[in-house]
Every structure is written in C-alpha cells, then in structure tokens.
C-alpha cells in the first residue's frame, strides 16, 4: 500500500482542484478511506479550493442578481463581442483597408507603431548604423518622405536645402542625416507622431486605394517603378526596420502576414533578376513553398539551384544577413550560387 | 500529443502575427476562443458579471493594443491571457474593498464586533478570505500559477496542463501541490496586503 500511498499523496492538489484523470478518480476515494493522513490532507486542500471560490451563492448578493454567483465552470459565458472590441480598437486602431498594393504597408505601420509602444525608457538602445531607436524612426521618417511627396501627400516637414541635381544617393543621405539631426532635437514621441502621421497620409492618398492610379511608373531613390511597387518598397524597409528595433529591445518580431511576404518577395526577385542582367550564369531560385524563378541567361542550361527560406531571402536582399552565412539548399555550380547570393545582399535597398 | 502541443503553439504564434499587424479578425478570433474563459475567472474572483465584463474589456483592449507584451515564445494564449484576467479582476477587488471601506468609514455600526453564525457578516469574511486567497494566487511564481489557472480556471486535467506547458506531468503535480500549500499558509499566516493597503 506504500506506492498507492505516495501516488495518492502526489495527486491530492489535482484532486481538490478537480483536475484528476479519469483513471484516477477511482484510486482516491477507496485510500482515503483508509488513511487518515492522506484524509486529513485532502479535507485540508479542498477547503482552500472552496475558500477560493468565496462565499456560496445563496449568501452572495453584492447586487441581488443570483444568476452572476458562481457560474458552473463549463458554461459558456457570452459576452458582447462588439463592446470589447469596441473597446479595443479605441486604444489602437486597425490596419486601414486599402488596395493590396498597399496592404502590406499598412500592416508593416501598424506593426511598428505596436512596437514602438514598448519602447518608452528605451529610445536610446543602439539599433543599426549608429542609430539609436529614436533616430531609426527619423530615418523611417525621411524614407518615407519621397513616396509622400510625389503623392502630394507630405505633412510639411521643413524643406531640405539639398541643390536640385545632387545624384539622388548623395541627396538621400543628406536628407535622411538632416532628418535625424532636426528629430533628435525632439522629443521620441514627437518623431513617432511625426512618421506615424506621414503614414497615414500616404495610406489615405488615392494611389493606396486604388490600383489604376498606383500603376504609374515613377522614379524614386534610383529605382524606376509602379507607385503601387514603391508602397511595397516601403512596407519592406519599415518591416526589416522594425525587426531591427525589436532585436534591439529583445522583442520578436513575426514576419509580414503570408501574403504580404509574398508580395514583398516577388519584388525583391524582379529586382534581383534586373541588378544580375541578362548574361549572368543561370540559376533556378525558390524561397521554400513558393514559386520558382530562373535569374540570370535564358540563352543556356540552368548552371545552379538555389532555395532560401523567405524570411533569410528577405533579411539577404535587406542587408541583414551577409551573403557567406545565409542558409540556403544549393546544388549545381558554386560561382553562380555565390553570384547570385553577392548580388542579393548588395541590392543596397534600405 | 506533439502534434497537437506544436498546432497550440504555431496558431498562438500565427494569431500573435496577426494581433502584431493590426488585422482585427484576429482578436475577434481570440475572442471567441478565449472570452468565456476570461469572463469565468474574472467572475470568480469579482462575484460580478458587471466587473467580469469590465475585466475582460480591459484584457482583450491589453493584447490588442500591446501585442508584443505576449511573446508566444514563452507560454500560450490561453495561461497569457488567464493570467492576467485574475491579476486584472483582482485588483478590481482591492480598489472595491477600498471604496467600500472608505465609503464605511464613519458608520459606527461597522465598528461592532461581528456576531458569530450564518449572516451577511459571514459572507463579507468569506469574501475577505476569498479576495486573500486570490492575492496569493496573484503573487505565486509564475511556473505554479500556470498550472493553476488551467487545471482550476481551464478545467484541464494535470496531464493535460502538463502537455500545454510542456512540462513532466510529475511536475504539473508538484507544482499544483505546492501551489495550494503556500495557498493554505497565506490564510494561517495572512499578511492581508489588499485590506491593508485599502486602510
């Protein structure tokens, strides 16, 4: 009887919080029958359980309704869905609905904003470049800016004094440098209101709604688009940003939902393939469950196989992941994979 | 077992996803599967459909508009969000106690001694004593409160609850033991923070 006493024993808090196994139920009454000890545990356990659960409800009449004592605990208790989320969505609103275009721009704002919400007491934490979590804002902020103007959607931030023909990577430096000076000046908060309210201008503008008139192609930070493609240009940089500022904060940061992964990655791929030209030795790519590509010659046999996941596919393209170290499932010729990988990781994009 | 116990984690962490990117469908979703159960805990512990539903207001407004204070890396949905529910509801019943005692503060007839036997008095001890128990259970490390809420709030079996957390059921049981015992010391030996602080 010693071992059915210590399996007892162990299981008497299950018992007196009526979380036994079936099996078991059959084991308890008969021993503490018999073993006072164990009895006197059990009667000891149980009474904290019902102290737990307050007075009966007969006597609790905190305001007279019997039907809100003590409801069994299996019944289903509704409640207004449409009150709390009410509720909810009056502290953080959602994700505006827009065009699909612009569907993964809109996530990636309101993804960073939840972030950026964990960051009070923090603003100083070191995140990429010699930027701190403030300044990686202000960077965003001046990111943004030329997307924001072309859509005649800018908040009026103070003019750049940036010459009219400087080569736009100089001018883009310049400006984004200027932008952090003038925001470190503020306060963080300042600088998140400040991007938070450029996004939502570029989300409200026509272009994000409507796909007919993001489809022309404009010119901005060098790379000659859609404008419905420069809003994907936008949700990617502020994603793989807002991945930086969580790795700084020790916070993960999930990735794009599927679909806008998807988006963001059919983008990077068109890039990629226009950067390697239409001579480089040909290589058939895929990011894992997704389609497949052949980057590089068509004139000749495919040299290499190449597969990334899509999130390392992303991180290479975004700089984030030197082009030696990224996993990869690779077969074939080694020169044309490397090239392939070298060219993805100097793509330079953010 | 695994199977299921890696489905639990990866929807935790696809509805975390979601929560993240400001798709509100997801907190609906999370609403419906978790709102009786936050509503059971916080009715538990309140005594009050009105404060339950005040308590649950206020968790789903707390996942949805701070996402990233769950990390589904470290525990489920389901214990995240029992958690906090009791911790919510049991601070509505401190500030309660509060207004009440403050509200009772010069009414003499309070003063006198409680007369022994079944009556309104009793029921106010026994909810003094529930409340205590509660503020234990708040203040309990994490690791024994988790097995807690889902085999007492969750109605799961300790070997269920041990599957959940991914731990030893030997462990579930432990813990569950050592739980209700430090339970049981904190009504012999009541520091009564909550009525204190409410003074």
Same mark, same amino acid.
């Given at each position: 009887?010693?071992?059915?006493?210590?399996?007892?024993? $162990?299981?008497?808090?299950?018992?007196?919080?009526?979380?036994?196994?079936?099996?078991?139920?059959?084991?308890?009454?008969?021993? %503490?029958?018999?073993?006072?000890?164990?009895?006197?545990?059990? $009667?000891?356990?149980? @009474?904290?359980?019902?102290?737990?659960?307050?007075?009966?409800?007969?006597?609790?009449?905190?305001?007279?309704?019997?039907?809100?004592?003590?409801?069994?605990?299996?019944?289903?208790?509704?409640?207004?869905?449409?009150?709390?989320?009410?509720?909810?969505?009056?502290?953080?609103?959602?994700?505006?609905?827009?065009?699909?275009?612009?569907?993964?721009?809109?996530?990636?704002? !309101?993804?960073?904003?939840?972030?950026?919400?964990?960051?009070?007491?923090?603003?100083?934490?070191?995140?990429?470049?010699?930027?701190?979590?403030?300044? /990686?804002?202000?960077?965003?902020?001046?990111?943004?800016?030329?997307?924001?103007?072309?859509?005649?959607?800018?908040?009026?931030?103070?003019?750049?004094?940036?010459?009219?023909?400087?080569?736009?990577?100089?001018?883009?430096?310049?400006?984004?440098?200027?932008?952090?000076?003038? $925001?470190?000046?503020?306060?963080?908060?300042?600088?998140?209101?400040?991007?938070?309210?450029?996004?939502?201008?570029?989300?409200?503008?026509?272009?994000?709604?409507?796909? =007919?008139?993001?489809?022309?192609?404009? /010119?901005?930070?060098?790379?000659?688009?859609?404008?419905?493609?420069?809003?994907?240009?936008?949700?990617?940089?502020?994603?793989?940003?807002?991945?930086?500022?969580?790795?700084?904060?020790? %916070?993960?940061?999930?990735?794009?939902?599927?679909?806008?992964?998807?988006?963001?990655?059919?983008?990077?791929?068109?890039?990629?393939?226009?950067?390697?030209?239409?001579?480089?030795?040909?290589?058939?790519?895929?990011?894992?469950?997704?389609?497949?590509?052949?980057?590089? !010659?068509?004139?000749?046999?495919?040299?290499?196989?190449?597969?990334?996941?899509?999130?390392?596919?992303?991180?290479?393209?975004?700089?984030?992941?030197?082009? =030696?170290?990224?996993?990869?499932?690779?077969?074939?010729?080694?020169?044309?994979?490397?090239?392939?990988?070298?060219?993805?990781?100097?793509?330079?994009?953010? | 077992?695994?199977?299921?116990?890696?489905?639990?984690?990866?929807?935790?962490?696809?509805?975390?996803?979601?929560?993240?990117?400001?798709?509100?469908?997801?907190?609906?979703?999370?609403?419906?599967?978790?709102?009786?159960?936050?509503?059971?805990?916080?009715?538990?512990?309140?005594?009050?459909?009105?404060?339950?539903?005040?308590?649950?207001?206020?968790?789903?407004?707390?996942?949805?508009?701070?996402?990233?204070?769950?990390?589904?890396?470290?525990?489920?949905?389901?214990?995240?969000?029992?958690?906090?529910?009791?911790?919510?509801?049991?601070?509505?019943?401190?500030?309660?106690?509060?207004?009440?005692?403050?509200?009772?503060?010069?009414?003499?007839?309070?003063?006198?001694?409680?007369?022994?036997?079944?009556?309104?008095?009793? /029921?106010?001890?026994?909810?003094?004593?529930?409340?205590?128990?509660?503020?234990?259970?708040?203040?309990?490390? =994490?690791?024994?409160?988790?097995?807690?809420? %889902? @085999?007492?709030?969750?109605?799961?079996?300790?070997?269920?609850?041990?599957?959940?957390?991914?731990?030893?059921?030997?462990?579930?049981? /432990?813990?569950?033991?050592?739980?209700?015992?430090?339970?049981?010391?904190?009504?012999?030996?009541?520091?009564?923070?909550?009525?204190?602080?409410?003074?």
């Amino acid at each position: 009887m010693t071992t059915d006493h210590d399996a007892v024993r $162990e299981l008497l808090a299950a018992w007196a919080f009526g979380a036994l196994e079936p099996a078991d139920e059959k084991t308890i009454p008969p021993h %503490l029958a018999t073993c006072e000890t164990c009895a006197r545990e059990a $009667e000891r356990l149980r @009474a904290v359980v019902r102290m737990l659960e307050g007075p009966a409800p007969a006597a609790s009449a905190s305001d007279g309704s019997p039907s809100e004592a003590r409801p069994p605990a299996s019944a289903p208790l509704e409640g207004p869905t449409s009150t709390v989320l009410a509720r909810a969505l009056r502290h953080r609103a959602a994700a505006p609905a827009v065009a699909p275009h612009a569907a993964p721009y809109a996530a990636a704002v !309101s993804g960073l904003k939840a972030l950026l919400s964990e960051a009070d007491g923090r603003w100083g934490t070191p995140v990429v470049h010699d930027w701190d979590v403030h300044a /990686t804002v202000a960077h965003l902020l001046a990111a943004d800016e030329p997307l924001a103007a072309e859509l005649g959607a800018g908040t009026g931030r103070p003019p750049s004094g940036i010459e009219e023909g400087t080569p736009w990577d100089a001018a883009w430096n310049r400006r984004t440098a200027e932008v952090i000076a003038h $925001e470190r000046g503020r306060p963080p908060g300042e600088t998140v209101a400040a991007w938070s309210a450029q996004a939502a201008a570029l989300l409200s503008a026509p272009e994000a709604r409507d796909a =007919q008139s993001a489809a022309r192609a404009v /010119t901005l930070m060098g790379l000659r688009l859609p404008v419905a493609d420069h809003f994907l240009v936008r949700a990617f940089e502020t994603w793989i940003h807002a991945d930086d500022i969580g790795r700084a904060l020790g %916070l993960a940061v999930p990735p794009p939902p599927e679909e806008h992964l998807r988006h963001l990655i059919r983008l990077a791929v068109r890039i990629l393939g226009a950067a390697l030209g239409p001579t480089a030795p040909p290589v058939l790519f895929s990011v894992t469950g997704g389609p497949e590509w052949v980057l590089g !010659s068509d004139a000749e046999p495919v040299r290499a196989e190449l597969a990334l996941d899509p999130v390392d596919f992303c991180l290479l393209v975004g700089g984030r992941y030197p082009p =030696q170290e990224v996993p990869r499932g690779a077969a074939g010729d080694e020169s044309a994979v490397r090239n392939v990988l070298e060219r993805a990781a100097s793509l330079a994009w953010l | 077992m695994v199977p299921v116990e890696q489905a639990g984690v990866g929807a935790d962490a696809e509805l975390h996803r979601r929560l993240v990117y400001g798709d509100e469908s997801a907190l609906a979703e999370v609403y419906t599967a978790y709102g009786g159960l936050v509503r059971r805990v916080a009715v538990r512990v309140t005594r009050s459909a009105a404060a339950a539903e005040d308590v649950a207001q206020e968790v789903f407004a707390q996942l949805w508009s701070r996402p990233y204070a769950f990390d589904p890396r470290r525990g489920s949905l389901r214990t995240w969000l029992s958690l906090l529910a009791h911790r919510r509801a049991v601070d509505w019943v401190r500030s309660e106690a509060r207004h009440r005692k403050a509200a009772r503060a010069d009414d003499s007839a309070l003063h006198a001694i409680p007369e022994p036997g079944p009556g309104p008095d009793e /029921t106010v001890v026994d909810r003094e004593r529930s409340l205590l128990l509660h503020s234990a259970l708040a203040e309990l490390p =994490q690791p024994q409160r988790e097995v807690v809420h %889902l @085999a007492y709030f969750a109605g799961r079996t300790y070997r269920q609850a041990a599957v959940e957390l991914g731990i030893p059921e030997g462990t579930a049981k /432990t813990r569950l033991r050592t739980a209700l015992r430090t339970l049981a010391e904190s009504l012999a030996d009541p520091p009564d923070p909550a009525l204190e602080r409410g003074a």
